[in-house]
C-alpha cells in the first residue's frame, strides 16, 4: 500500500529555535497534504492543507507566520516550527492524498514528536 | 458544520470480551465517508476501513465489524474476542468536503485497554 515517511520521529530543542519536519510520499505522487497538530491525550486537528506548487491553506487559529508549510515537488512537503516554544510541543502527523485520488483514505506518516524545553 | 462524536472516553474490558465503540456524526452533506483509524501507542494511524454514504453495507473482517445506520447517523465499531494487542486509541473520522477541501475531521477518540 501506499508508504507516507516522515522525519524526524522526536525533536527536542531549545525554546527559540526552528524546527522543519519533512513529510514524503515513498511510492504515489502527492498532490495533496495535510498537516495535523494532536496534543496529549485529544484528537487529531486539521492546521493546514497544501497542494503541491500552491500556498497552503491554514485552517482558522493557525498562525501562518508562525507554521511554514512548503510543498514544492509532487512527493516532499515540510512544516517548518519558527521561533518554537513551550506551547508548540505536540505530536505532529502529515498525511498525503495523491492525484484522481480524492475518495480514497488518506495516507498517514508516522507523525513527529516535537519537545520544546 | 460537521462533527464527529465518540462519546466514550476510555473503555477497560478484559481479554476475549467483545467490546463496541460508538461513533455518531453530523454532516449537511449528502455525499460523504465515514472512516475509522487506530492509534497505537507508538502514535502512527492506522487505517482500519472506509464506508461511503450509500453502502449501508454492515462489513465484517475478522474479528472487526462495523455497523453503520445512517437513520440513527451511526458508524459503531465492534471487536469481537479483544485481544492485548487491541488496547489503543480509535478514532472516527468523517470527511467533509468544503469548498472543495475534503477535510477528515476526527472525534475525540477512544482509549481501549484490553486487560489479560
Known amino acids: 500500500g501506499a508508504v507516507v515517511s516522515q522525519h524526524p520521529s522526536w525533536v527536542i530543542c531549545k525554546s527559540g529555535t526552528s524546527v522543519k519536519i519533512e513529510c514524503r510520499s515513498l511510492?504515489?505522487?502527492?498532490?495533496?497534504m495535510f498537516w495535523y497538530r494532536q496534543f496529549p491525550k485529544q484528537s487529531l486537528m486539521l492546521m493546514a492543507t497544501?497542494?503541491?506548487?500552491?500556498?497552503?491553506?491554514?485552517e482558522q487559529g493557525v498562525e501562518k507566520d508562525k507554521f511554514l508549510i512548503n510543498h514544492a515537488s509532487l512527493t516532499l512537503s515540510t512544516l517548518t516550527v519558527t521561533s518554537a516554544h513551550p506551547e508548540d510541543s505536540s505530536f505532529y502527523i502529515c498525511?498525503?492524498?495523491?492525484?484522481?485520488?480524492?475518495?480514497?483514505?488518506?495516507?498517514f506518516g508516522d507523525g513527529t514528536r516535537l519537545s520544546i524545553l | 458544520a460537521q462533527k464527529v462524536t465518540q462519546a466514550q472516553t476510555e473503555i477497560s474490558v478484559v481479554e476475549k470480551e467483545d467490546v463496541t465503540l460508538d461513533c455518531v456524526y453530523e454532516?449537511?452533506?449528502?455525499?460523504?465517508?465515514l472512516f475509522w483509524y487506530k492509534q497505537p501507542p507508538s502514535g502512527e494511524l492506522v487505517f482500519l476501513i472506509r464506508?461511503?454514504?450509500?453502502?449501508?453495507q454492515n462489513e465484517i473482517s475478522g474479528r472487526y465489524s462495523w455497523n453503520f445506520q445512517k437513520s440513527t447517523s451511526s458508524f459503531n465499531f465492534t471487536i469481537t474476542a479483544s485481544q492485548v494487542v487491541d488496547s489503543a486509541v480509535y478514532f472516527c473520522?468523517?470527511?467533509?468536503?468544503?469548498?472543495?477541501?475534503?477535510?477528515?475531521?476526527f472525534g475525540q477518540g477512544t482509549r481501549l485497554t484490553i486487560n489479560p
Open positions: 498525511s498525503a492524498r495523491g492525484w484522481g485520488h480524492s475518495n480514497q483514505p488518506q495516507h
Open positions: 511510492d504515489f505522487q502527492a498532490t495533496t
Open positions: 497544501s497542494n503541491e506548487g500552491s500556498k497552503a491553506t491554514y
Open positions: 454532516t449537511r452533506d449528502t455525499t460523504y465517508y
Open positions: 464506508r461511503n454514504s450509500f453502502d449501508e
Open positions: 473520522a468523517l470527511k467533509e468536503e468544503f469548498q472543495g477541501a475534503q477535510k477528515l475531521v
